[in-house]
């Protein structure tokens, strides 16, 4: 995936969940064979909010100017 090659490897086991999660999710909507359950859903959630954190260190120390908008 090119977030894993752009992030590098410390990235790419959350990627790979995220990738997961997301054939998951398609499966449910499209061809619906099982309901997701509470503790799976928040999973996806935390995982999701720690991928997101993690792109946003990346990309501060990238760009500091980013860290000006820390918190909107």
Known sequence: ???????GKEYQ???DKI???RIKR?????TP???IGKAETGAIF???REFWQKVR???????????????I
């Open 57 to 71: 260190n990346y990309l501060e120390n990238k760009n500091p100017q980013l860290k000006l908008f820390k918190g």
């Open 13 to 15: 086991d959350l990627i």
């Open 26 to 30: 398609n499966d449910c909507v499209y």
């Open 33 to 35: 064979k099982g309901m």
């Open 1 to 7: 995936m090119v977030a894993g090659l752009l992030l």
């Open 46 to 48: 935390n995982t999701s």
């Open 19 to 21: 990738q997961r999660f």
